[in-house]
């Protein structure tokens, strides 16, 4: 079996190599970067399955790394940074990342977190039926096959989180879920984080796929209960 590829970039070369011991030891493979500017080059060369990006990185930001790389890619993005402050959390997510973890971490933890974003990932890409894997709205269509969404034809960027999200309630229109369901979905069951972290999701969401997202007309929020996908959009 092909060992699965991590990207870590960051530039404290302490942390890089704590990484990089930890995650090898996992049976990862490990690819390092200690410069912004080297990020989306390995990227392309070695199409890693998951990236550990530093946000406070010496040439460029980690946020604007993660806006490039989500103009074509949905790699899971796991942001590392000295900021615990929620605002930058809610930037971070809303840049495309996929996580959010706060310096100093515990490798533990970190390793629980890449496991779970892994089998999540493979999860969604596994046993996908030529029948079911591409969905078709009035407006919107969305291919689980290539995790590629149009919007009127156009074709629109989600993190690899956002897809999933607006897959599954697509693929169960009407169905209300609440917060702690979809959290539990988007994350590893047995992960304690934040469960608000789904409503980031949901309003990211929002700004990329409905024409207005202050009055959405797919992803719909069911006061004091959930959220639901309404297929009657269009009618």
């Known amino acids: 079996m092909l060992k699965k590829t991590i990207l870590v970039v960051d530039d404290d070369a302490d942390i890089n190599e704590l990484l990089n011991i930890s995650l090898t030891r996992e049976g990862y ?7 912004g500017a080297d990020a989306i080059p390995l990227v392309i060369q070695h199409q890693p399955d998951l990236i550990i990006l530093d946000v406070l990185l010496p040439d460029i930001d980690g946020f604007e790394i993660c806006r490039e790389l989500r103009k074509t ?4 993005i796991l942001f590392l940074s000295c900021k615990d402050e929620e605002i930058d959390k809610v930037l971070g997510l809303g840049f495309g990342g996929d ?6 971490f515990s490798p533990i933890e970190l390793v ?5 974003h892994m089998r999540r990932n493979y999860l969604l890409r596994k046993d996908i039926k030529e029948d079911d894997s591409i969905l078709n709205f009035p407006g919107l269509s969305i291919d689980r096959s290539t995790h590629r969404v149009l919007v009127d034809g156009q074709q629109v960027s989600l993190s690899a989180k956002e897809f999933k999200l607006l897959f599954h309630l697509a693929q169960n229109p009407n169905r209300v879920y609440k917060n702690d369901q979809l959290f539990s979905l988007l994350w590893d069951e047995h992960f304690l984080g934040d469960p608000h972290t789904v409503m980031v999701h949901i309003y990211n969401l929002r700004k990329k796929i409905e024409l207005n997202p202050a009055k959405p007309k797919y992803v719909m929020t069911i006061r004091g209960v959930g959220y639901k996908f309404n297929d009657k959009y269009g009618e």
């Open 112 to 116: 629980a977190r890449v496991k779970a």
């Open 99 to 104: 996580d959010y973890m706060a310096k100093p």
């Open 29 to 35: 493979h490990v690819v390092s970067a200690y410069r």
């Open 73 to 76: 890619s949905t790699i899971p």
